[in-house]
């Protein structure tokens, strides 16, 4: 038995490793893809009555930069700055941005407050949010597709939930 758990063992690690080692392939969000990205960002916003994002591209090459590492994970030296990561074999720029929003549905207004079942949500439609910028990239050798969007400043602050993410007004 321990020869079978061996040999388990060292065939997983055998296969991730090609996924751990796997370059990003060529890939940058198109203009198409910024413009569905902000528009849905701030359809939704709207719903909400919290003011429009606007486009940075310093956001962007940052995001760029992370989603070309491939690491499905937040960037912890990315400092006061919101991230939300999406990825699936095809996913999509709206794909991605609807996935966020759905959380929405699970939201519990009479308990405002982090809770990783929402935090993307909460990060898109956060008031005091100004900007975003987005990157993509293929990775693990075309499998999947990451998308990395982050936000200035940063929502989901502690006892500032019921003045940054209100109800839908619309």
């Given at each position: 038995m321990i020869f079978?758990?061996?040999?388990?063992?060292?065939?997983?690690?055998?296969?991730?490793?090609?996924?751990?080692l796997s370059p990003a392939s060529a890939e940058t969000v198109t203009p198409a893809e910024?413009?569905?990205?902000l528009s849905l960002h701030n359809s939704y916003r709207a719903q909400h009555c919290v003011p429009a994002l606007t486009w940075s591209a310093e956001l962007a090459a940052a995001a760029q930069r992370w989603a070309e590492k491939c690491w499905i994970a937040h960037d912890k030296s990315r400092g006061h700055i919101g991230e939300n990561i999406a990825w699936g074999g095809?996913?999509?720029?709206?794909?991605?941005v609807d996935a966020w929003y759905k959380?929405?549905?699970?939201?519990?207004?009479?308990?405002?407050g982090f809770a990783a079942s929402t935090a993307h949500f909460t990060q898109m439609v956060w008031k005091e949010t100004k900007q975003i910028g987005c990157g993509v990239a293929q990775c693990y050798f075309g499998a999947i597709r990451l998308w990395v969007c982050r936000y200035g400043p940063t929502?989901?602050?502690a006892g500032k939930y019921?003045?940054?993410?209100?109800?839908?007004c619309k």
């Open positions: 079978g758990r061996f040999w388990l063992t060292a065939l997983a690690a055998a296969l991730s490793l090609p996924l751990l910024q413009t569905a990205i095809d996913r999509t720029a709206s794909s991605a959380e929405v549905d699970v939201y519990d207004y009479g308990k405002p929502g989901n602050w019921p003045q940054n993410v209100p109800k839908r």
